[in-house]
DNA sequence: CTGTATCCTCAAGGATACTG
DNA sequence: CAGTATCCTTGAGGATACAG
């Protein structure tokens, strides 16, 4: 991005979180992801190569650190101290423009990715778990599995023939709206929005190691 | 800007403060502009159409609101729970990233017109007063006129014949330092960077009604 | 003063393929 | 896995002139 030429620290941050696609990589970043990939992940629709650039603006602006062996990266001081900032931005849209998902981001891999760094690994039973999302209604990945264990959980969008035990299937714009916290699990799986069947439970402690939103509860 | 096509806060957030110019409109809102071109001598180097279509995008985005007659242009109470975003966003930067000033910032219309948005004017003598500002090393706009008044105090880039009250005679990166809290008007005065010449009392209220950045005191 | 209209350029970034 | 290289498009926005 074109500097400004302002001698205004509104102008100079604005220079380091204006650049298109980086408020999203900074995210990804304060939610955990370490590895370019799982950058990559959280961010699909950017192009790799445009992510690496991004990661070299930022480490060179002093947000990020990459660390070798790995590599993997990291925020920096000034990377966390900007962390409310972006926080806040989005508390302000959680309460201003948020509105109900439309049809162009009805990815159900996308929402998966969000939803698996959020597991509450305590809360899992003491083995792996495997659970089956069905979004009949997604433009993409409308079929999920998350790979669920103490060790580390991942997302897989191919079927590479897992037992499974726990089946979900739902209303994408609905779940969506329940991880947002607009609507309720209750309330969804009353109207037959989201439906979830296996073992009993399973079924019962599904809403406790599955968080919602980090929006959703403030 | 296009969309990011993500159910998620931090993008929609993102996609309304991220086009180039709103979050430095923005800012001339919280400083207290309110018409066309006073927005616009803050943001000098935006084009006045673009200024105008961001105006447009800000308006329907709900965060500006325009009123008749006038124009006149306002944040609304969405606008307003934004500013504390902005503001951090500054404080960020201002701890993190800003510098001394660097040539390509050497305007002194622009800083005097950030100067004349905190003059104090319960401070100010209950009279007109005139101070003529030279910054030899600007590269653009070398001279500039404050007129001061309980009523309203303006900037002026041209000669107009004045009755000068006050005469100012700066090293412009030195000035912006000061404005910025980055040193102090004593220590540029003891250099000699910063001259001040009038009669000795407004010489000494001189730093009463002059009021430094926002971010200089935080 | 408050914009609008038009033209034109350039560079950001999307798509795709390839590499160590 | 972690990028790099290349090509190519498009639309953002700068410059300028004009209008109510």
Redesign the pocket.
Known sequence: ??SYDEYCPIAMGAEVLG???TPLVIRELMCGSE????IHRGVPR?????L?QRLKHLERAGIIERREP??TYHLTEAGRDLEPVVWGLGDWANHWVLGDPVKEQYDGGHVMWRVRQRIVVEELPPRRIVVRFDFPAATTRRRVWLLLDQAGSSVCARDEGFDVDLHVTADIATFMRVWAGRTTWREAMDDEQIVVEGPGELVRSFTRWFALSPFATR
Request: hydrophobic content about 35%; aromatic content about 12%.
């Open positions: 991005m074109r650049d298109r696609w590895r370019f990939s799982d950017m192009s790799r190569s445009l690496a790995g590599p």
